[in-house]
Antibody
Framework: QVQLVQSGAEVKKPGASVKVSCKAS????????VSWVRQAPGQGLEWMGW????????NYAQRFQGRVTMTTAKFTSTAYMELRSLRSDDTAVYYC??????????????????WGQGTLVTVSS | QSALTQPPSAFGSPGQSITISCTAT?????????VSWYQQHPGKAPILIIY???KRPSGVPDRFSGSKSGNTASLTVSGLQAEDEADYYC??????????FGTGTKVTV
């Protein structure tokens, strides 16, 4: 079965960076992209960006451009999201989710059908 | 950035039906064809319940249905059950490998 397993909770100081991992299993990793979504305490879902596991192409939401980097490691079927220059308002649960099938034009999969369990990132001095 | 507006809350009694709206405020929502809906219980990851406006993933009860009229998509939950009490989010592909979520609706049963 498809699973996305994320790394554990992190506590960071303002100005630091955090890197969250998302290990995929149960499907062909290179066939689907991975998106990252975050949720601040008591707030809604916010899409951060996407990376193609096929060719490494990325697209970041405008508000995160310059501060976020998404990467993948095909040999370990793992996606990574690094967020830099952390601020207190970056405190949130960060989710990875499977998104976009680039290899099947008949079924693009433009919805988040599988999600990781979430990683709490706390930014505090 | 495109935005999707949802009512902040919705209420219903067990057995009743409720409908949650999701309205696009921008015209560039890629024809609004790729609307999806997610259910989220407190402290849990979201779960996909509707995709491509009205399709249900396997395992999702047929009490959940989706539709669209013009720039507004809707999620209807029929025969409300206690376990349907959750937050619901719409979302849409907006072209250029971008996605946007709705503002979210808290459903109380």
């Amino acid at each position: 079965q498809v699973q996305l397993v994320q790394s554990g909770a992190e506590v960071k100081k303002p100005g630091a960076s955090v890197k969250v991992s998302c290990k995929a299993s149960g499907y062909s990793f290179s066939s689907y992209g991975v998106s990252w979504v975050r949720q601040a305490p008591g707030q809604g879902l916010e899409w951060m960006g996407w990376i193609s596991a096929y060719n490494g192409n990325t697209n970041y939401a405008q508000r995160f451009q310059g501060r976020v980097t998404m990467t993948t490691a095909k040999f370990t079927s793992t996606a990574y999201m690094e967020l830099r220059s952390l601020r207190s308002d970056d405190t949130a649960v960060y989710y990875c989710a499977r998104w976009m099938n680039e290899l099947d034009a008949s079924r693009l999969n433009l919805e988040f059908d599988y999600w990781g369990q979430g990683t709490l990132v706390t930014v505090s001095s | 950035q495109s935005a999707l507006t949802q009512p902040p809350s919705a209420f219903g009694s067990p057995g009743q039906s409720i409908t949650i709206s999701c309205t696009a405020t921008s015209s560039d929502v890629d024809g609004y064809k790729y609307v999806s809906w997610y259910q989220q219980h407190p402290g849990k990851a979201p779960i996909l319940i509707i995709y491509e406006i009205s399709k249900r993933p396997s395992g999702v009860p047929d009490r959940f249905s989706g539709s669209k009229s013009g720039n507004t998509a809707s999620l209807t939950v029929s025969g409300l059950q206690a376990e349907d009490e959750a937050d619901y989010y719409c979302g849409s592909y907006v072209g250029g490998n971008n996605f946007v979520f709705g503002t979210g609706t808290k459903v109380t049963v």
